[in-house]
């Protein structure tokens, strides 16, 4: 069984934790793009936990984890992450955490361009984390950028590297006035942060396929949502790899093979952190109460997230694109507190109502078109079933079963690993064909 668990709005919907949730009864879990730019936050009985590049089914001890060929790797960040982990008693070594030799190393001048050019375009700047993961994946585009595979072999690591030191001064250290870049530094950082790495990095194509061969149940875990795709979503106000389901086998390493299922991921309300338009933001007290109540902080960068109305079009959009055949739907309860729920169920633009997704010139004029919904002002946290939840938040999924034309078979209601409930989709999937 091979099921992809993806963010069908802008990212930071749950996906860790609905991974987590899910592992129980995983064999495999593997990232399968991005780096350490986004957060999973995960709260088990070991405490809450933040992950940046470690797959979310680390908690697990019969669950392997698997940083695949699609991903871009911060060693840096990695080594730091893993011993903050091991420091609070998760077990990590290179029997339940793997690196593909594929991925791309993140490298600290991609970091300094990240930086340096967010800088230079000011009012202009696109919101990134600043973590270099733009940069790091035009490389590799470039065919500019170390694999973890290169760690391997001190004597070919060191070629490739001074090629790209003298490269990096010519196209980044001196147009931006950096320091210069030099052969001993970037060897030392590889070495300081590649070498403890050395026994995870392993051919992750063939360890996930034959695993898939023999019938083991494989998660693979997405990284950001739906419109931060670099393709489909609010470009340029994206991130720089395919959020998509479609991309988690060629990014896990199984590109022949097809997903069984694709569970997305779908905040109660909406929440974005980062730059772009976001038409169905709050703003004001509404706003601020909701963020405050929600903690919507970005996981990796903790700042503060846009939040708005559940956001119908966008929600489509982004159900139609991943190909849902399931929804987990997300932080019911941080609406428990309103006495009435606005839902944005079209935009407006140029004085028209569009019910369609815009990209571009006509999402940056778009207006939100609001309904509202009743509330239910009654704490769910302690909800375990649908009949536990009162009749308005019933209600209140049900709406958005039926306009999404997907079934909700989870519904959150706080961080902790109980704190959801099951439910029978009344709504039949009418996805398109299955990767």
């Known amino acids: 069984m091979i099921t992809s668990v993806v963010g069908v709005n802008w990212g930071d919907e749950g996906k860790g934790r609905t991974v987590d949730l899910l592992s129980g009864s995983a064999d495999i879990v593997s990232r399968y793009q991005g780096g350490n730019n986004a957060g999973h936050t995960i709260v088990n009985n070991m405490g809450k936990f933040v992950l940046n590049l470690v797959p979310s089914g ?7 984890n698997v940083l695949g060929g699609g991903m871009v790797v911060d060693i840096e960040h990695l080594f730091n992450e893993v011993n903050q982990l091991r420091a609070r008693g998760v077990i990590i070594s290179p029997v339940n955490l793997k690196i593909s030799r594929r991925a791309a190393i993140c490298m600290p001048w991609h970091r300094h361009a990240d930086g340096a050019e967010e800088d230079r375009l000011g009012s202009a700047k696109q919101g990134s984390t600043r973590r270099g993961i733009g940069p790091v ?22 070629m490739l590297t001074a090629r790209l030191v003298d490269w990096k001064n010519i196209t980044l250290a001196k147009p931006y006035g950096l320091p210069p870049y030099t052969l001993e530094g970037a060897m030392g950082w590889l070495r ?11 051919d992750a194509d063939e360890y996930i396929d034959e695993a898939a061969e023999a019938g083991k149940n ?3 875990e997405a990284q950001l949502g739906t419109l931060r795709d670099l393709d489909y979503g609010i470009y340029p106000y994206t991130t720089s790899s395919s959020a998509l ?3 988690a086998p060629i990014g896990a390493g199984i590109p022949a093979r097809r997903l069984d299922k694709v569970i997305g991921v779908v905040k109660a309300f909406s929440s974005s952190v980062g730059g772009g338009p976001f038409v169905a ?3 004001g007290g509404l706003g601020n109460r909701l963020r405050e109540v929600g903690e919507e902080f970005g996981a990796a960068t903790g700042r503060p997230r846009m939040v708005g109305a559940f956001d119908l079009v966008a929600t489509k959009y982004g159900a139609r694109l991943q190909g849902i055949d399931e929804i987990v739907l997300t932080k019911l309860d941080t609406l428990d507190f309103m006495d009435e729920i606005p839902v944005c169920t079209a935009y407006e633009i140029d004085g028209e109502q569009t019910d369609k997704f815009p990209t571009g010139a006509r999402l940056e004029r778009a207006k939100p078109v609001f309904e509202t919904l009743p509330g239910w002002r009654t704490p769910t946290t302690e909800c375990r ?10 209600l209140y999924i049900d709406w958005i079963e039926e306009r999404i034309r997907r079934p909700i078979t989870t519904v959150s209601v706080g961080p902790s690993r109980d704190a959801y409930l099951n439910r029978v989709g009344k709504i039949s999937s009418d996805k398109g064909a299955r990767v």
């Open 58 to 64: 680390i908690f697990h001890p019969n669950v392997v």
């Open 137 to 158: 994946y035009a490389d590799r585009a470039l065919r500019k950028a170390l694999r973890m595979e290169d760690l391997l072999d001190h004597a070919y690591l060191e």
């Open 192 to 202: 300081e942060y590649g070498d403890p790495f050395l026994e995870y990095v392993i």
């Open 218 to 220: 494989i998660l693979l």
């Open 245 to 247: 389901a479609a991309s």
């Open 281 to 283: 933001k709050f703003e």
């Open 385 to 394: 079933s649908e009949s536990d939840l009162p009749e308005n938040a019933r």
